[in-house]
């Protein structure tokens, strides 16, 4: 599986970005996908993931109601939609995918298999 994400920019506070991650091959019937995040000096963070059959979405607290996470089964790509971008947003976006997670794992980078590589978000105030 390669995977490949794209999307990110430079916005101002409140603009929106979708990025995308599309999928090159394999099967994803028992997979979860994932967006995570890194910025400057701080550690990776969990930010949403959507199981690839059913749906079911997840995301970090923090951005609940402003994130959306979603996939399209036909072109093999799942969606991250940004709303009301903030500063604190800025950091390198990255996508993954994995197995068999449970949901204590969700969150957990080095559970998943397969990453993107990542695609850079710049909010500006």
């Known amino acids: 599986v390669q995977l490949q994400a794209s999307g990110g920019g430079l916005v101002q506070a409140g603009d929106s970005l979708r990025l995308s991650c599309a999928a090159s091959e394999g099967t994803f019937s028992t997979y979860i996908m994932a967006w995570f995040r890194q910025a400057p000096g701080k550690e990776r963070e969990f930010v949403a993931a959507?199981?690839?059959?059913?749906?079911?979405?997840y995301y970090k607290d923090s951005i609940k109601g402003r994130f959306t996470i979603s996939r399209d089964r036909a072109k093999s790509t799942v969606y991250l939609q940004m709303n009301s971008l903030k500063p604190e947003d800025t950091a390198v976006y990255s996508c993954?995918?994995?197995?068999?997670?449970?949901?204590?794992?969700?969150?957990?980078?080095?559970?998943?298999?397969?990453w993107g590589q990542g695609t850079q978000v710049t909010v500006s105030s």
């Open positions: 993954a995918a994995g197995s068999g997670l449970i949901y204590s794992d969700l969150g957990r980078s080095g559970r998943y298999d397969y």
């Open positions: 959507i199981r690839w059959i059913g749906g079911s979405a």
